[in-house]
């Protein structure tokens, strides 16, 4: 079964400051498809940022990047320069062959003022 | 982006009645819909994957009987809530891909259910 693992239920940065989110997966598949989705308070899910597996080149997104790395599974996102509006939860995802897209638990992010 | 809209955005009903929640694509074709359920403070479960014009494919756990599915066509999909009991009282997400669009997925706003 696939999965992902968020292993930071929670983070507080300094706004202007850059943070981490950290996610793991595991899968068997060859091809496949990551991304960082974000939800704010408002609860509406929003697409921060996604991966293809068969690149290697990671994603960038003005301020949001990734850094994939295939062998270790491992899909972590890098907020630079922290705002306030980045206050929120942040969900890594995953997508397999059934274009079904499974969660992690979440991280969720304060930025402080 | 493309634009998900889900109504209602929250609903009371008493317990034992049925609950529908209406999951639409406004300006694209979706051929394929997702329906999530989010405790609070807990990720998106997956609770069934649709497609236009066949029957849903549950989750393992998700009571089919209890939570129907309908995907009758390319820009409405409906998640009916049978029964309806407390510990259905959850916050409901649906996601809707385009169709030939590779990988995007856009997401309602949610709905929230009560049941009394």
């Known amino acids: 079964a696939q999965t992902v693992t968020q292993s930071q239920p929670e983070m507080s940065v300094q706004e202007a400051e850059t943070v981490t989110l950290s996610c793991t997966y595991d899968?068997?598949?060859?091809?496949?498809?990551l991304f960082w989705y974000k939800q704010p308070p408002s609860r509406q899910m929003i697409l921060v940022i996604r991966?293809?597996?068969?690149?290697?080149q990671n994603a960038t997104e003005n301020r949001f990047s990734v850094n994939f790395q295939k062998a270790a599974k491992s899909f972590s996102l890098k907020i630079s320069d922290s705002q306030l509006g980045d206050t929120a939860m942040y969900f890594c995802?995953?997508?397999?062959?059934?274009?079904?897209?499974?969660f992690g638990k979440g991280t969720r992010l304060h930025i402080l003022p | 982006g493309a634009v998900v809209s889900q109504h209602p955005s929250w609903v009371i009903c008493k317990s034992g009645t049925s609950v529908k929640i209406e999951c639409r694509s406004l300006?694209?074709?979706?051929?394929?819909m997702f329906w999530y359920r989010q405790f609070p403070k807990q990720s998106l479960m997956l609770m069934a994957t649709s497609n236009e014009g066949s029957k849903a494919t549950y989750e393992q756990g998700v009571e089919k009987d209890k939570f129907l599915i309908n995907h009758a066509s390319l820009t409405l999909s409906t998640l009916t809530v049978t029964s309806a009991h407390p510990e259905d009282s959850s916050f409901y997400i649906c996601s809707a891909r385009v169709a030939g669009s590779g990988t995007e997925a856009f997401f309602g706003q949610g709905t929230r259910l009560t049941v009394v």
């Open positions: 899968t068997s598949e060859s091809n496949y498809y």
């Open positions: 991966q293809e597996a068969y690149k290697q």
């Open positions: 300006d694209f074709q979706a051929t394929t």
């Open positions: 995802a995953f997508m397999n062959r059934d274009d079904k897209i499974i």
